[in-house]
C-alpha cells in the first residue's frame, strides 16, 4: 500500500511512503501519522492520497506510526484544504497543521472534557450588596459577579468566553452562595430542555422573508449576503437558520471575528441549542480545544462556534456556513498561512452543498460585487428592530474650528457641548478614537529630534500615565525623559490619542464616570468583560475608545457616539484605506440609540466631504459602493482584479538582495496582462529589527498571479539574501 503524504512542515509538495502490513488497517485517507524525514529526523504527516505507482527512481521509506485512532480530517476537508493550498500558494502540511487543534497530539486516545446538559449560572439575591463590599484583592471575583449582575442568568459557555481563566473565581462565588450553578439536562433528539425565556422571539416581516429565502435553499449550495442595518436582527435571523438545518440533521458552522469582544453571542447560541454546541476560539486551554474538536468530530456536538480558524472545523453533516461580519479584516491571516477565513467558508459550503449567509451592516466591496452580479444572492434587513431610527449624524468640520485656539483632546465645542447634555440627562456615551496612548509624537523643541523605536521604523508613542514611550508595533518602552538627550532641549508631545481624551472628558466633566477601552488599558479579554459589564449596568457615564468598542456591542443606555478623529485610516498608504474608514464610523455609529431613546453621532473630521466620511454620514452604503467601486475599476483593484504580495523579511543587506533577485526573475517571467509594483521597502520598513521588502502583482484572475509565483519559486527556495519569503495572495494589508 502507498500513501501521499504533506509533511507537517513549511515545505512544498507531497511524499511517496510505503505503508508496513502491520498498520494497513490502520491508514486511511485523510490520517495523521509519523514519518521519516531528512536524514535521521521523525515528522508528522497527513495522507493525502492513495497513489497505485510509486514515483520512479525513489526509494521509498515506511510510515512509521498511525497517531490517531481515526482520521483527523474528513474528505469535505481535504478537498478545502488541498484547494486553499493551491490557490493561497501554501505548503500543504503547514494549513493541514494549521486546521488542527493545538491539543490534538501523537497520543491516542487524547480525549477532551465530556459534557452533560448545559450548565447555567445565576446571580444570587444579596450579590448586589456584595459586590460592593468585595475588596480590591478579590479583582477576579468581583469582575465575574459584575458581569453576571450586568447579564443575570447566563450559559457558563458565555462566562468562559467572557473570562478564559474566570473558573477559580466563579468557584469561589459558588461556595461563597453569591452565584448559583444548574445543569439542563439534554433530550434523547440533543435538544436541550430550556426554560421557556430562551425560546425564539418573533421574528419582524424582514427577518421573516430573510429567514424564508435561506430556507427555500437547503439541501443546495447557495450564498446569501445578509445586509443588516446596525441593530436589524441578523443574529436572530442565524439562529433560526439553524434551528431549521438542525431539525433536518444537518450540522452548521458559525464563524466570528472575535468572541472575546461579543461573548453574548456564544451565550446566545449555547442557550439556544445546549450541548450541541461546540466553541472553537483561543480564550479556550489547548485540552479544551481538543475536547470541543472532538465532539464535533465525532459528531456529539453538531454546531461550531468560532473563530478563522474554526472554518476548517470537522462539523458533520454540515448544512449552513455563517460568517458574521463577514467585512472584519481579523478573518483574513496575516501569520502562517495567508487564507482568507470568509472566502473558505464560501468554498466549504460549496465543496458539502450548503448553504452560506455572509452578514454584516457594512459588507465588504467585494462581497458587495459578487452579490450584484449574481454570484452571491442579496438579502436586505433595512430596518431596526421596532423601526428604532438609525441615529442622526452631525458633522463638526476641525479645519475651521482649529484655526483659533487648539482643541483640548481634540474635543470640539458642539461634541463637548454634547457630553455634558448627554451626562446630564443621565445617559451613556462613546467617544471613538482609532489611536492609542497620549501623545503620538514626541520632539525635541531645540533641535527637532524625534523619538523612534531602535527596532521598528515608527514613532514611540507617549504613554503618559505609565510615563513611558511606548512601540505599537514591537512593545518595546523606554522612559519618557523630558529633556532631549541630544541636545538637553525640551522635549513635547504632538498629537493625540485615547489616553489624552479619557483626561480631557474627566477635566471637562469632573462629575462623569469615565473609562477608556483600548489595548493599554485592558490587556485580556476578563477586564474587556468586566468593563463592559460595568458600562451595561450604567456604572460609567462615558466609554472611551479604540476600534474594540465598535464590535457589535448593545447599549441601550448609549445615546451619544463621537468620533474624534474620522480621518486617522484614511491616510494610510492602503487601497482599503477609505473602505475600512467607511465600514469604522458606520460600525460605531450603529452603537446609539439602540434603547428607547434617540441616539445622535459627531462625526469630527478634517476632511468632511470625504466619500468615506460625508456616505457614512447619511447612513448611505449604497452611495459610497458606487463612488469606490468606480474607483477601484478604474486602477484594477479589487474586486476588480486580484492581488499577489511577496513579503521579505531580514537583515536591511539581505531583505534588499532578496527583494531584487526576486524582481528581476519576474520581470523575465513576467506573463501578458500581470503589473508589477516594486520591489520597495515596505510602508513600514522595520519591525521587531527585520528589515521589510514588498513586491506587489495585480492580474485579472488568480492564474496569472500563480504562473508568477512558479517563476519565483525557486529564488524564494534559496534567497540570495537569505530573508525569508512569504507569499500572500489577495492581501488584506498594504502595510
Same mark, same amino acid.
Given at each position: 500500500m502507498l500513501v501521499e503524504i504533506a509533511v507537517a512542515t513549511a515545505v512544498r509538495g507531497t511524499f511517496t511512503y510505503r505503508v508496513p502490513s502491520r498498520l494497513a488497517g490502520e491508514v486511511m485517507l485523510g490520517s495523521r501519522v509519523a514519518v521519516p524525514f531528512g536524514k535521521s529526523a521523525r515528522a508528522t504527516g497527513y495522507v493525502v492520497g492513495l497513489p497505485t505507482v510509486p514515483p520512479p527512481g525513489v526509494e521509498l521509506r515506511d510510515v512509521a506510526a498511525v497517531l490517531d485512532e481515526f482520521p483527523p480530517f474528513t474528505a469535505p476537508l481535504l478537498r478545502l484544504i488541498r484547494w486553499a493550498e493551491d490557490y493561497y500558494l501554501?505548503?500543504?502540511?503547514?494549513l493541514m497543521r494549521a486546521a488542527l487543534p493545538p491539543g490534538l497530539n501523537a497520543r491516542k486516545g487524547a480525549a477532551g472534557p465530556t459534557r452533560r446538559g448545559v450548565e447555567f449560572v445565576t446571580p444570587a439575591a444579596g450579590a448586589a450588596d456584595a459586590l460592593a463590599k468585595t475588596g480590591a484583592r478579590a479583582h477576579a471575583r468581583r469582575a465575574v459577579l459584575e458581569y453576571l449582575l450586568a447579564r443575570g442568568r447566563i450559559p457558563v459557555e458565555e462566562l468562559r468566553a467572557a473570562f478564559p481563566r474566570g473558573r477559580p473565581a466563579l468557584t469561589a462565588l459558588v461556595k461563597a452562595g453569591l452565584v448559583s450553578l444548574t445543569t439542563v439536562s439534554v433530550a434523547a433528539g440533543g435538544d436541550a430542555l430550556l426554560p421557556a425565556a430562551e425560546y425564539p422571539p418573533p421574528l419582524t416581516p424582514d427577518q421573516s422573508a430573510a429567514l424564508s429565502r435561506i430556507a427555500?435553499?437547503?439541501?443546495?449550495?447557495?450564498?446569501?449576503?445578509l445586509l443588516g442595518v446596525t441593530g436589524?436582527?441578523?443574529t436572530e435571523v442565524y439562529l433560526q437558520a439553524i434551528a431549521a438545518a438542525r431539525a433536518a440533521g444537518k450540522g452548521a458552522l458559525v464563524l466570528v471575528p472575535e468572541i472575546a469582544l461579543t461573548p453574548q453571542l456564544a451565550g446566545r447560541f449555547r442557550a439556544r441549542f445546549g450541548d450541541q454546541v461546540a466553541l472553537l476560539h483561543s480564550g479556550l486551554t489547548d485540552r479544551e480545544r481538543h475536547g470541543e474538536w472532538l465532539r464535533l468530530r465525532r459528531g456529539e456536538a453538531r454546531i461550531c462556534v468560532g473563530v478563522r480558524s474554526a472554518v476548517f472545523a470537522p462539523v458533520q453533516d454540515l448544512g449552513i456556513v455563517v460568517v458574521d461580519e463577514e467585512h472584519d479584516p481579523s478573518f483574513k491571516q496575516d501569520d502562517g498561512p495567508g487564507y482568507h477565513a470568509r472566502d473558505l467558508a464560501v468554498v466549504r459550503a460549496r465543496e458539502e452543498g450548503a448553504v452560506c449567509v455572509l452578514g454584516s451592516a457594512t459588507p465588504s466591496l467585494e462581497t458587495l460585487e459578487n452579490a450584484r452580479t449574481g454570484k452571491y444572492e442579496r438579502i436586505d434587513l433595512p430596518r431596526r428592530i421596532d423601526d428604532r431610527p438609525l441615529p442622526e449624524v452631525r458633522i463638526v468640520d476641525l479645519s475651521r474650528i482649529r484655526k483659533g485656539a487648539p482643541l483640548p483632546g481634540l474635543l470640539s465645542p458642539p461634541l463637548q457641548d454634547a457630553l455634558a447634555a448627554t451626562v446630564a440627562r443621565g445617559r451613556q456615551a462613546i467617544l471613538f478614537l482609532n489611536r492609542r496612548g497620549f501623545q503620538t509624537l514626541v520632539l525635541c523643541r531645540d533641535c527637532g529630534r524625534e523619538e523612534r523605536c531602535t527596532r521598528c521604523s515608527v514613532s514611540l508613542t507617549l504613554h503618559a500615565r505609565r510615563g513611558v514611550l511606548l512601540c505599537h508595533y514591537c512593545g518595546a518602552t523606554e522612559r519618557m525623559n523630558r529633556r532631549c538627550p541630544d541636545c538637553g532641549g525640551e522635549r513635547t508631545g504632538v498629537g493625540v490619542g485615547t489616553e489624552q481624551v479619557e483626561a480631557t472628558v474627566r477635566e471637562l466633566l469632573p462629575q462623569a464616570r469615565v473609562a477608556r477601552m483600548d489595548r493599554d488599558a485592558v490587556t485580556?479579554? +476578563?477586564? &474587556?468583560?468586566?468593563?463592559?459589564?460595568?458600562?451595561?449596568?450604567?456604572?460609567?457615564?462615558?466609554? *472611551? #475608545?479604540?476600534?474594540?468598542?465598535?464590535?457589535?456591542?448593545?447599549?441601550?443606555?448609549?445615546?451619544?457616539?463621537?468620533?474624534?478623529?474620522?480621518?486617522?485610516?484614511?491616510?494610510l498608504p492602503d487601497f482599503r484605506a477609505a473602505e475600512r474608514t467607511f465600514q469604522l464610523l458606520t460600525q460605531v455609529a450603529g452603537r446609539a440609540g439602540?434603547?428607547?431613546?434617540? +441616539?445622535? &453621532?459627531?462625526?469630527?473630521?478634517?476632511?468632511?466631504?470625504?466619500?468615506?466620511?460625508?456616505?457614512? *454620514? #447619511?447612513h448611505d452604503h449604497a452611495g459610497f459602493a458606487e463612488v469606490e467601486l468606480d474607483r477601484r475599476r478604474s486602477l484594477g483593484y479589487p474586486p476588480f482584479g486580484r492581488m499577489l504580495a511577496v513579503r521579505v523579511e531580514g537583515s536591511e543587506e539581505g531583505a534588499r538582495r532578496t527583494a531584487e533577485a526576486l524582481g528581476e526573475a519576474a520581470r523575465q517571467a513576467l506573463p501578458a496582462g500581470v503589473t508589477m509594483l516594486g520591489p520597495a521597502p515596505a510602508a513600514i520598513e522595520r519591525i521587531r529589527g527585520k528589515n521589510r521588502w514588498h513586491i506587489l502583482f495585480r492580474a485579472p484572475t488568480p492564474s496569472a498571479l500563480r504562473s508568477v509565483h512558479r517563476a519565483l519559486a525557486a529564488t524564494a527556495h534559496r534567497p540570495p539574501g537569505g530573508a525569508s519569503v512569504r507569499f500572500d495572495m489577495d492581501p488584506g494589508s498594504m502595510l
Amino acid at each position: 500500500m502507498l500513501v501521499e503524504i504533506a509533511v507537517a512542515t513549511a515545505v512544498r509538495g507531497t511524499f511517496t511512503y510505503r505503508v508496513p502490513s502491520r498498520l494497513a488497517g490502520e491508514v486511511m485517507l485523510g490520517s495523521r501519522v509519523a514519518v521519516p524525514f531528512g536524514k535521521s529526523a521523525r515528522a508528522t504527516g497527513y495522507v493525502v492520497g492513495l497513489p497505485t505507482v510509486p514515483p520512479p527512481g525513489v526509494e521509498l521509506r515506511d510510515v512509521a506510526a498511525v497517531l490517531d485512532e481515526f482520521p483527523p480530517f474528513t474528505a469535505p476537508l481535504l478537498r478545502l484544504i488541498r484547494w486553499a493550498e493551491d490557490y493561497y500558494l501554501v505548503p500543504p502540511g503547514e494549513l493541514m497543521r494549521a486546521a488542527l487543534p493545538p491539543g490534538l497530539n501523537a497520543r491516542k486516545g487524547a480525549a477532551g472534557p465530556t459534557r452533560r446538559g448545559v450548565e447555567f449560572v445565576t446571580p444570587a439575591a444579596g450579590a448586589a450588596d456584595a459586590l460592593a463590599k468585595t475588596g480590591a484583592r478579590a479583582h477576579a471575583r468581583r469582575a465575574v459577579l459584575e458581569y453576571l449582575l450586568a447579564r443575570g442568568r447566563i450559559p457558563v459557555e458565555e462566562l468562559r468566553a467572557a473570562f478564559p481563566r474566570g473558573r477559580p473565581a466563579l468557584t469561589a462565588l459558588v461556595k461563597a452562595g453569591l452565584v448559583s450553578l444548574t445543569t439542563v439536562s439534554v433530550a434523547a433528539g440533543g435538544d436541550a430542555l430550556l426554560p421557556a425565556a430562551e425560546y425564539p422571539p418573533p421574528l419582524t416581516p424582514d427577518q421573516s422573508a430573510a429567514l424564508s429565502r435561506i430556507a427555500a435553499a437547503a439541501g443546495s449550495f447557495r450564498t446569501f449576503l445578509l445586509l443588516g442595518v446596525t441593530g436589524s436582527g441578523k443574529t436572530e435571523v442565524y439562529l433560526q437558520a439553524i434551528a431549521a438545518a438542525r431539525a433536518a440533521g444537518k450540522g452548521a458552522l458559525v464563524l466570528v471575528p472575535e468572541i472575546a469582544l461579543t461573548p453574548q453571542l456564544a451565550g446566545r447560541f449555547r442557550a439556544r441549542f445546549g450541548d450541541q454546541v461546540a466553541l472553537l476560539h483561543s480564550g479556550l486551554t489547548d485540552r479544551e480545544r481538543h475536547g470541543e474538536w472532538l465532539r464535533l468530530r465525532r459528531g456529539e456536538a453538531r454546531i461550531c462556534v468560532g473563530v478563522r480558524s474554526a472554518v476548517f472545523a470537522p462539523v458533520q453533516d454540515l448544512g449552513i456556513v455563517v460568517v458574521d461580519e463577514e467585512h472584519d479584516p481579523s478573518f483574513k491571516q496575516d501569520d502562517g498561512p495567508g487564507y482568507h477565513a470568509r472566502d473558505l467558508a464560501v468554498v466549504r459550503a460549496r465543496e458539502e452543498g450548503a448553504v452560506c449567509v455572509l452578514g454584516s451592516a457594512t459588507p465588504s466591496l467585494e462581497t458587495l460585487e459578487n452579490a450584484r452580479t449574481g454570484k452571491y444572492e442579496r438579502i436586505d434587513l433595512p430596518r431596526r428592530i421596532d423601526d428604532r431610527p438609525l441615529p442622526e449624524v452631525r458633522i463638526v468640520d476641525l479645519s475651521r474650528i482649529r484655526k483659533g485656539a487648539p482643541l483640548p483632546g481634540l474635543l470640539s465645542p458642539p461634541l463637548q457641548d454634547a457630553l455634558a447634555a448627554t451626562v446630564a440627562r443621565g445617559r451613556q456615551a462613546i467617544l471613538f478614537l482609532n489611536r492609542r496612548g497620549f501623545q503620538t509624537l514626541v520632539l525635541c523643541r531645540d533641535c527637532g529630534r524625534e523619538e523612534r523605536c531602535t527596532r521598528c521604523s515608527v514613532s514611540l508613542t507617549l504613554h503618559a500615565r505609565r510615563g513611558v514611550l511606548l512601540c505599537h508595533y514591537c512593545g518595546a518602552t523606554e522612559r519618557m525623559n523630558r529633556r532631549c538627550p541630544d541636545c538637553g532641549g525640551e522635549r513635547t508631545g504632538v498629537g493625540v490619542g485615547t489616553e489624552q481624551v479619557e483626561a480631557t472628558v474627566r477635566e471637562l466633566l469632573p462629575q462623569a464616570r469615565v473609562a477608556r477601552m483600548d489595548r493599554d488599558a485592558v490587556t485580556g479579554a +476578563g477586564d &474587556v468583560a468586566e468593563l463592559l459589564a460595568r458600562f451595561a449596568r450604567r456604572e460609567l457615564d462615558v466609554l *472611551v #475608545g479604540t476600534q474594540m468598542v465598535t464590535k457589535g456591542h448593545d447599549f441601550p443606555g448609549v445615546t451619544l457616539v463621537g468620533v474624534v478623529l474620522a480621518d486617522t485610516a484614511l491616510a494610510l498608504p492602503d487601497f482599503r484605506a477609505a473602505e475600512r474608514t467607511f465600514q469604522l464610523l458606520t460600525q460605531v455609529a450603529g452603537r446609539a440609540g439602540r434603547g428607547d431613546d434617540p +441616539g445622535q &453621532v459627531i462625526v469630527q473630521t478634517f476632511h468632511p466631504h470625504s466619500p468615506a466620511v460625508a456616505f457614512a *454620514v #447619511g447612513h448611505d452604503h449604497a452611495g459610497f459602493a458606487e463612488v469606490e467601486l468606480d474607483r477601484r475599476r478604474s486602477l484594477g483593484y479589487p474586486p476588480f482584479g486580484r492581488m499577489l504580495a511577496v513579503r521579505v523579511e531580514g537583515s536591511e543587506e539581505g531583505a534588499r538582495r532578496t527583494a531584487e533577485a526576486l524582481g528581476e526573475a519576474a520581470r523575465q517571467a513576467l506573463p501578458a496582462g500581470v503589473t508589477m509594483l516594486g520591489p520597495a521597502p515596505a510602508a513600514i520598513e522595520r519591525i521587531r529589527g527585520k528589515n521589510r521588502w514588498h513586491i506587489l502583482f495585480r492580474a485579472p484572475t488568480p492564474s496569472a498571479l500563480r504562473s508568477v509565483h512558479r517563476a519565483l519559486a525557486a529564488t524564494a527556495h534559496r534567497p540570495p539574501g537569505g530573508a525569508s519569503v512569504r507569499f500572500d495572495m489577495d492581501p488584506g494589508s498594504m502595510l
